[in-house]
């Protein structure tokens, strides 16, 4: 669980400190050696090409190498390429570079033909494998780099030894190569505060990390405020788990953290405003594809299994309440008793199953996005008999019901489908993180994802 090492660390002096990167910095500087290994490639590509071509010399194509990197970044966070635990590993590294060059590839493809004299095929052709030698190049110079002990952020920690044994584990497995435990405090000792004011003072550390509810005693308090206020970081458990995972950590969730989320689930006018615009004209969008796809869709549907083409749920939606939400049909007429849906559940047609995975059996949600019963992106409505089971096993369960149900959403672009109360649990994780951090950018990150995980053909 904790290196034990780190409890016999060598004292320093004091008022002389560790400083290791943080993690923005360390997203900054993968992202900086990505820029120079892309455009780089770039350069090299178009010059290779156009050297038998031209009698000019070397020269530096910037429009061109600016497309190139912009459509790399755009990409790269599509395929959440500057996820640092991904990065810490070699078939992470091999996973998102792939899909970033792959889909950054086909995006300069259609570039191509608006600005063929800037980007052309045998440059791109040339860029591809350049790049990916680049890239991969720069990722593993990172990891290099940062496997210096002196750049891991040193961190002390305040948790009781029931907090270590229920709470730690799920935050440790995404701590390895960033964070490491220079010593625990347990906060129900009498002397927590003065361990902690000695250990700031005697060893490398960089933050405090409290992995403590709401309740802080006084004199506890007093010592952390103490080591803040000599230099040292200090931020909760929760905090740490949310910014290495992109989800809640629902154990350490309390009052404080529900008074801190934004009033009605909305953090400006704007914001809402634009929201519900997007909706707007997403939801026309959709149903203009849907009264394309249709005669099609049904032809299938009834060939495949008479019955119905639409199947019609009563949804749980904002503030507890119902609406009616449409579907086209994917399972067996008469089939669709009330029980999770699982990998390969046997009441989906064939028909059914290729709906899903083309998300088309989705289309019909757009009436209810344009009527404003769901939004185009927020979590997942649920079933009014699986609402008030979840309600009873999991807390804040209902805040998640503070803002629309959406077609897509946080959770489901990354962690994907989870049935039973576990996987609803993670769900609501990522539902969570997402009403309290909703903004403009989260949503495009997320219509982004959604769009790469259609062309992955990901439904089931």
Same mark, same amino acid.
């Given at each position: 669980?904790?290196?034990?090492? *780190?409890?016999?660390?060598?004292?320093?002096?004091?008022?002389?400190? &560790?400083?290791?990167?943080?993690?923005?910095?360390?997203?900054?500087?993968?992202?900086?050696?990505?820029?120079?290994?892309?455009?780089?490639?770039?350069?090299?590509?178009?010059?290779?090409?156009?050297?038998?071509?031209?009698?000019?010399?070397?020269?530096?194509?910037?429009?061109?190498?600016?497309?190139?990197?912009?459509?790399?970044?755009?990409?790269?966070?599509?395929?959440?390429?500057?996820?640092?635990?991904?990065?810490?590993?070699?078939?992470?590294?091999?996973?998102?570079?792939?899909?970033?060059?792959?889909?950054?590839?086909?995006?300069?493809?259609?570039?191509?033909?608006?600005?063929?004299?800037?980007?052309?095929?045998?440059?791109?052709?040339?860029?591809?494998?350049?790049?990916?030698? *680049?890239?991969?190049?720069?990722?593993?110079?990172?990891?290099?780099?940062? *496997?210096?002990?002196?750049?891991?952020?040193?961190?002390?920690?305040?948790?009781?030894?029931?907090?270590?044994?229920?709470?730690?584990?799920?935050?440790?497995?995404?701590?390895?190569?960033?964070?490491?435990?220079?010593?625990?405090?347990?906060?129900?000792?009498?002397?927590?505060?003065?361990?902690?004011?000695?250990?700031?003072?005697?060893?490398?550390?960089?933050?405090?990390?409290?992995?403590?509810?709401?309740?802080?005693?006084?004199?506890?308090?007093?010592?952390?405020?103490?080591? &803040?206020?000599?230099?040292?970081?200090?931020?909760?458990?929760?905090?740490?788990?949310?910014?290495?995972?992109?989800?809640?950590?629902?154990?350490?969730?309390?009052?404080?953290?529900?008074?801190?989320?934004?009033?009605?689930?909305?953090?400006?006018?704007?914001?809402?405003?634009?929201?519900?615009?997007?909706?707007?004209?997403?939801?026309?969008?959709?149903?203009?594809?849907?009264?394309?796809?249709?005669?099609?869709?049904?032809?299938?549907?009834?060939?495949?299994?008479?019955?119905?083409?639409?199947?019609?749920?009563?949804?749980?939606?904002?503030?507890?309440?119902?609406?009616?939400?449409?579907?086209?049909?994917?399972?067996?007429?008469?089939?669709?008793?009330?029980?999770?849906?699982?990998?390969?559940?046997?009441?989906?047609?064939?028909?059914?199953?290729?709906?899903?995975?083309? &998300?088309?059996?989705?289309?019909?949600?757009?009436?209810?996005?344009?009527?404003?019963?769901?939004?185009?992106?927020?979590?997942?409505?649920?079933?009014?008999?699986?609402?008030?089971?979840?309600?009873?096993?999991?807390?804040?369960?209902?805040?998640?019901?503070?803002?629309?149900?959406?077609?897509?959403?946080?959770?489901?672009?990354?962690?994907?489908?989870?049935?039973?109360?576990?996987?609803?649990?993670?769900?609501?994780?990522?539902?969570?993180?997402?009403?309290?951090?909703?903004?403009?950018?989260?949503?495009?990150?997320?219509?982004?994802?959604?769009?790469?995980?259609?062309?992955?053909?990901?439904?089931?």
């Amino acid at each position: 669980m904790i290196d034990a090492s *780190a409890q016999a660390a060598p004292a320093v002096r004091s008022g002389v400190r &560790h400083r290791g990167l943080a993690l923005s910095e360390r997203r900054l500087l993968l992202i900086g050696l990505d820029v120079v290994a892309v455009a780089a490639a770039f350069v090299a590509a178009f010059n290779l090409h156009t050297a038998g071509v031209r009698n000019a010399g070397f020269y530096v194509p910037r429009l061109g190498t600016l497309i190139a990197v912009g459509m790399y970044l755009v990409c790269a966070h599509m395929a959440d390429a500057y996820n640092l635990r991904a990065a810490a590993t070699l078939p992470g590294t091999l996973r998102v570079v792939g899909t970033t060059l792959a889909c950054s590839f086909v995006g300069l493809l259609g570039v191509f033909f608006v600005l063929p004299y800037r980007i052309t095929r045998p440059t791109l052709l040339l860029w591809l494998p350049l790049a990916a030698l *680049a890239v991969l190049g720069g990722r593993l110079l990172y990891r290099r780099l940062l *496997a210096a002990d002196h750049l891991v952020t040193h961190i002390a920690l305040v948790m009781s030894r029931k907090g270590l044994e229920e709470v730690w584990p799920e935050v440790s497995g995404h701590i390895g190569g960033l964070y490491r435990v220079a010593g625990v405090v347990d906060p129900d000792r009498a002397d927590c505060a003065e361990r902690l004011r000695d250990m700031v003072e005697t060893r490398a550390v960089d933050e405090i990390v409290l992995g403590v509810r709401d309740d802080v005693s006084r004199d506890l308090f007093r010592g952390v405020l103490g080591c &803040h206020d000599a230099g040292v970081t200090v931020r909760s458990v929760a905090d740490l788990h949310e910014e290495l995972t992109g989800r809640m950590l629902l154990d350490q969730l309390g009052h404080t953290w529900l008074m801190s989320l934004p009033m009605r689930g909305e953090t400006s006018r704007v914001y809402s405003t634009f929201k519900r615009g997007l909706d707007i004209v997403a939801s026309v969008l959709g149903l203009a594809v849907l009264a394309v796809t249709l005669p099609l869709v049904t032809t299938l549907v009834v060939i495949d299994n008479p019955g119905r083409i639409f199947h019609r749920q009563t949804r749980v939606g904002k503030y507890g309440r119902t609406f009616t939400l449409y579907k086209l049909r994917t399972m067996r007429e008469g089939d669709s008793s009330l029980v999770w849906t699982e990998q390969g559940d046997r009441r989906i047609t064939r028909a059914g199953w290729l709906l899903r995975r083309l &998300h088309l059996d989705e289309l019909p949600q757009v009436w209810s996005v344009l009527r404003g019963d769901m939004s185009l992106i927020g979590p997942r409505p649920e079933q009014p008999h699986y609402v008030e089971e979840l309600r009873q096993h999991i807390d804040f369960y209902n805040t998640r019901l503070t803002v629309r149900p959406g077609l897509t959403g946080w959770a489901q672009v990354s962690h994907g489908y989870g049935s039973g109360i576990d996987g609803t649990r993670v769900k609501l994780a990522y539902d969570l993180y997402y009403v309290k951090n909703q903004s403009v950018s989260l949503d495009l990150l997320i219509m982004a994802r959604t769009v790469l995980a259609v062309l992955r053909l990901g439904g089931r």
